[in-house]
């Protein structure tokens, strides 16, 4: 009955993709007459359901052509545009996205109806048509693997199809000895015989995450990948995707919906969600689902599995849980536990095996989704987001039984006094008179954001001349990524704006500036002499060279861009709902437009977002190549040195403390400082999770001509990559290491020359930021460096002191030990930074990492085990 849908199959690959399928049926009669005479009500009557499945799957790759083919760009091939030389893409032609079939003829919708109620699954292709029904063995009496299989049926002539259902294929067939392990564990009666199924259960897991998964990452003789991320991802992808779709004549679909005539049904499109394997291992295992969107994604999947996975699913679930059975084990006073024991942690290696697939199939879905689309929020081709995929893992996590492990533990220790309420004093934000206090409320950024020179709060005390002199420098500024790029005529329009200049060629006009104006005046004119620099020149023109000369001795640093100027001093506010300042780089606009009236109207518009529950957003307002990836790298530090104001929270309470002895508010000022690094750790993992990084060794690149410059010499590419660790001259990392009392360079222990170089410029670059430091933070450091005033020190002091409590010494080492430990996390993100910035400098900084690692776990506090030791001597 099925013939004419099973010829139209072997044909798929040649006519589905370029659309030709479509007007093939469409204009032969004789062959919608054939294809309609599967709709007929009497059409399954003698067929078994090996046949009708095989049904299903033809009508439904048949289909998916009729209906898809076509739409992809370049698939009907390309013209020429009325004889131009240039050729265009037709983007489908005419099958292209403008005429997409809304409905389904008949000829095609009856049979798919028909088989779609008669197997109680949604009339479009899934996992069971792709993987589980669409293999055959080229060998039949050789086994289910990659070279002795074939896809029955595919959509296109690629090997990436291919290649990508056949893994799938090969992942079910060795998953059904972790099937058989899971029914026989549920099935028995006996501990020992359960605790010799979990084992094999767990083999077999395994055996499918590091044997099977990392199938599909394989790559051909020449290096290429057998399924390419972007065949898939452009061109496969698009074709199975979710989608909506009318039948005509679907009377259930139409009585459903608002109006008469065939109703559009939303499809799935084929999906792992949809295979059984981790349902029924979840269900068995006794994994909940705690999240609502999680199980209404679950059941919509579940809708499109063959029938009798479904009942077997409904058969696990309705009976007790492995886990349930394993906590009803539990032994009473005086009875053995090691069994129970085993159980326990034979259980909980079964939930990390799941987990690890979870896993791998999450690194499925950031490699052949988020990656190739460069996208952070991804669809599935089942249709729903990747959210609920994170939810599941955290439910896995906590499917796990506590195991029994022996250490010492104060919430266990019988009459333990309760953890007392933390309660950290208040901290009030001193006046910030210094522009570069490190008590303000913008953290370690500049106390004023970088707008127009008429727009700040101190033009209004600016001699005329020099305010329009100013303004010009801001013109100058504002036209650098255009005239920069490629050695372009920068440095000719700043030596034709000579004339306008000339009221910064005396050192009065800049000596008497305020404090803002100047420090102001001197990331801008950095940001010009980089431009100029960076543009072939060795020295910028004498009408930027000389003033910047005087701004620099006036601020106390050289007149070098460095950290300061690039980030911590380059910085303005968008309010919620607003345009950014159009006399900035974020805009085109011209220079003078904006809507500020004065620096005092940028508090109020601060109020007033607040009072609106806005959060104003921090941007770069400087920059050189307008791309991307260098507003994302700066932005990044910006936002982490606007936060830096908990940090110097953390280290004012923890001084306070230590001071007053008093221990429990120095714990509270550590677990502040180990809650911020790890919050900061977050949320670099989120920016490299989500941020394609391909392009940004490029932007650094491209960056490394105006930003590698120095007063004495011009950095080496080495010198650079520390540099960018560091963070130059920001006091940051400096003063998380003083405060906590460790080196943050040590001394590297290596037989490898590189590595040995690159420690030695990693410290003389810490030595040679503090020069480019702004005053107050190098005074900030200063006095976090002296002599026994470490949070360190104070603790080791606090070990001596014969007052204090087991339990105060334990929560002093536990949360300094914490902090370190945070500490390490934060600099490995440094390190990922350098490994996306400079690939070919990854190992070397991998290596020095390493060593710091190293470094931290000696300095590891045992405040505990040092007073212990102590009472064995005194005893002795």
Same mark, same amino acid.
């Given at each position: 009955v099925f013939e004419a849908?099973?010829? /139209?199959?072997?044909?798929?690959?040649? /006519? =589905?993709?370029?659309? *030709?399928?479509?007007?093939?049926?469409?204009?032969?009669?004789?062959?919608?007459?054939?294809? !309609?005479?599967?709709? &007929?009500?009497?059409?399954?009557?003698?067929?078994?359901?090996? &046949?009708?499945?095989?049904?299903?799957? +033809?009508?439904?790759?048949?289909?998916?052509?009729?209906?898809?083919?076509?739409?992809?760009?370049?698939?009907?091939?390309?013209?020429?545009? *009325?004889?131009?030389?240039?050729?265009? *893409?037709?983007?489908? =032609?005419?099958?292209?996205?403008?005429?997409?079939?809304?409905?389904?003829?008949?000829?095609?919708?009856?049979?798919?109806? /028909?088989?779609?109620?008669? /197997?109680?699954?949604?009339?479009?292709?899934?996992?069971?048509?792709?993987?589980?029904?669409?293999?055959?063995?080229?060998?039949?009496?050789?086994?289910?693997?990659?070279?002795?299989?074939?896809?029955?049926?595919?959509?296109?002539?690629?090997?990436?199809?291919?290649?990508?259902?056949?893994?799938?294929?090969?992942?079910?067939?060795?998953?059904?000895h972790a099937v058989s392990a899971l029914i026989a564990a549920s099935n028995t009666e006996d501990e020992s015989e359960m605790l010799q199924h979990l084992v094999a259960l767990e083999e077999a897991l395994w055996r499918v995450v590091r044997a099977c998964l990392p199938i599909m990452y394989e790559r051909a003789e020449d290096g290429t990948p057998k399924c390419s991320e972007h065949i898939f991802y452009q061109i496969l992808r698009p074709l199975i995707k979710s989608g909506s779709l009318a039948f005509e004549g679907d009377d259930q679909a139409a009585g459903e919906g608002a109006g008469a005539g065939a109703?559009?049904?939303?499809?799935?499109?084929?999906?792992?969600?949809? *295979?059984?394997?981790?349902?029924?291992?979840?269900?068995?295992?006794?994994?909940?689902?705690?999240?609502?969107?999680?199980?209404?994604?679950?059941?919509?999947?579940?809708?499109?599995?063959?029938?009798?996975?479904?009942?077997?699913?409904?058969?696990?679930?309705?009976?007790?849980?492995?886990?349930?059975?394993?906590?009803?084990?539990?032994?009473?006073? =005086?009875?053995?536990?090691?069994?129970?024991?085993? !159980?326990?942690?034979s259980f909980n290696r079964v939930i990390s095996r799941v987990l690890d697939f979870r896993w791998q199939h999450w690194q499925y879905v950031k490699n052949f989704v988020m990656k190739p689309g460069n996208i952070s929020h991804a669809v599935g081709s089942g249709g729903t987001t990747f959210d609920f995929l994170q939810q599941h893992i955290t439910d896995t996590e906590q499917a796990r039984l506590t195991e029994n492990i022996e250490a010492f533990s104060r919430c266990l220790t019988p009459g333990a006094p309760a953890w007392p309420p933390m309660r950290l004093p208040p901290v009030?934000?001193?006046?910030? !008179?210094?522009?570069?206090?490190?008590?303000?409320?913008?953290?370690?950024?500049?106390?004023?954001?970088?707008?127009?020179?008429?727009?700040?709060?101190?033009?209004?005390?600016m001699p005329a001349p020099m305010l329009e002199a100013l303004k010009s420098v801001w013109d100058l500024a504002l036209r650098m990524p255009a005239l920069c790029t490629a050695?372009?005529?920068?440095?000719?329009?700043?030596?034709?704006?000579?004339?306008?200049?000339?009221?910064? &060629?005396?050192?009065?006009?800049?000596?008497?500036?305020?404090?803002?104006?100047?420090e102001h005046l001197m990331t801008t004119l950095c940001h010009i002499a980089a431009g100029c620099i960076g543009c072939g020149q060795r020295r910028p023109p004498r009408c930027i060279d000389k003033p910047l000369q005087v701004v620099a001795r006036s601020v106390g640093r050289p007149p070098r861009l460095d950290h300061t100027e690039l980030v911590l001093c380059n910085w303005d506010r968008t309010q919620p709902g607003r345009e950014v300042h159009k006399g900035s780089q974020r805009s085109s606009g011209p220079a003078g437009t904006d809507t500020h009236a004065n620096g005092q109207q940028v508090a109020d518009e601060a109020e007033e977002a607040a009072g609106s529950g806005g959060e104003p957003t921090l941007h770069v307002v400087w920059r050189f190549l307008a791309m991307p990836d260098e507003e994302w790298y700066r932005a990044i530090h910006i936002y982490l040195h606007d936060e830096a104001r908990d940090v110097v929270s953390a280290i004012r309470v923890g001084h306070v403390a230590m001071r007053d002895q008093n221990d429990h508010v120095a714990v509270g000022s550590m677990v502040k400082l180990s809650v911020w690094l790890n919050k900061f750790c977050d949320y670099f993992d989120a920016h490299f999770e989500a941020k394609d990084s391909r392009t940004e060794s490029v932007m650094i690149r491209r960056m490394e001509p105006f930003i590698s410059h120095g007063t004495s010499h011009d950095l080496t590419w080495e010198e650079t990559a520390c540099w960018v660790y560091c963070m130059g001259s920001s006091v940051l990392l400096a003063a998380l290491h003083a405060f906590l009392g460790v080196k943050m360079c040590p001394q590297v222990e290596t037989d490898s020359g590189e590595v040995e170089k690159m420690s030695k410029i990693l410290n003389r670059s810490l030595d040679e930021g503090r020069v480019y430091m702004p005053r107050p933070h190098r005074e900030f450091l200063e006095s976090l460096e002296k002599p026994g005033v470490s949070v360190r020190q104070y603790c080791i002091r606090r070990f001596g002191a014969k007052s204090v409590s087991v339990e105060a010494l334990h929560d002093l080492e536990v949360s300094y030990n914490d902090a370190l430990n945070a500490l390490v996390r934060f600099l490995s993100r440094r390190v990922h930074l350098i490994s996306r910035f400079f690939p070919h400098l990854a190992s070397?900084?991998?290596?020095?990492?390493?060593? +710091?690692?190293?470094?931290?776990?000696?300095?590891?506090?045992?405040?505990?085990?040092?007073?212990?030791?102590?009472?064995?001597s005194l005893q002795n």
């Open positions: 849908f099973a010829e /139209l199959a072997e044909m798929l690959p040649g /006519l =589905g993709l370029t659309g *030709s399928l479509r007007q093939m049926l469409d204009n032969d009669t004789e062959m919608q007459a054939r294809l !309609l005479k599967s709709g &007929q009500p009497g059409a399954l009557e003698g067929l078994s359901e090996d &046949q009708i499945e095989r049904a299903f799957s +033809v009508v439904g790759y048949t289909m998916v052509a009729y209906w898809r083919g076509g739409t992809l760009a370049y698939s009907t091939g390309v013209r020429g545009d *009325s004889g131009f030389i240039n050729i265009k *893409s037709l983007e489908g =032609g005419s099958c292209g996205f403008d005429d997409v079939r809304k409905t389904l003829p008949a000829f095609i919708s009856a049979p798919m109806l /028909l088989l779609s109620k008669h /197997l109680q699954r949604p009339p479009m292709i899934d996992y069971a048509n792709t993987v589980l029904y669409n293999w055959v063995r080229i060998d039949r009496n050789g086994p289910i693997t990659m070279s002795n299989i074939r896809c029955c049926i595919r959509l296109t002539g690629l090997i990436d199809e291919e290649w990508f259902f056949k893994t799938h294929v090969v992942i079910e067939s060795e998953a059904a109703a559009e049904r939303n499809l799935a499109g084929p999906s792992g969600a949809m *295979s059984s394997l981790l349902p029924c291992i979840d269900a068995a295992l006794g994994i909940q689902m705690t999240s609502d969107k999680l199980r209404e994604a679950l059941a919509k999947f579940e809708v499109s599995m063959p029938f009798e996975h479904r009942r077997f699913l409904e058969k696990l679930r309705g009976a007790p849980t492995i886990r349930q059975r394993i906590l009803l084990t539990r032994p009473v006073a =005086g009875e053995s536990k090691d069994h129970y024991e085993a !159980l326990v942690r009030t934000y001193p006046p910030a !008179l210094e522009f570069w206090s490190v008590d303000g409320e913008n953290g370690l950024l500049a106390r004023e954001p970088l707008v127009h020179p008429k727009d700040a709060a101190w033009a209004s005390n050695n372009g005529p920068f440095v000719k329009h700043v030596e034709d704006a000579a004339t306008r200049l000339a009221p910064m &060629q005396d050192d009065r006009n800049v000596i008497n500036m305020s404090e803002a104006a100047r070397t900084f991998g290596t020095i990492h390493s060593q +710091v690692e190293a470094s931290m776990r000696n300095n590891r506090l045992q405040l505990l085990k040092m007073r212990q030791r102590v009472y064995r």
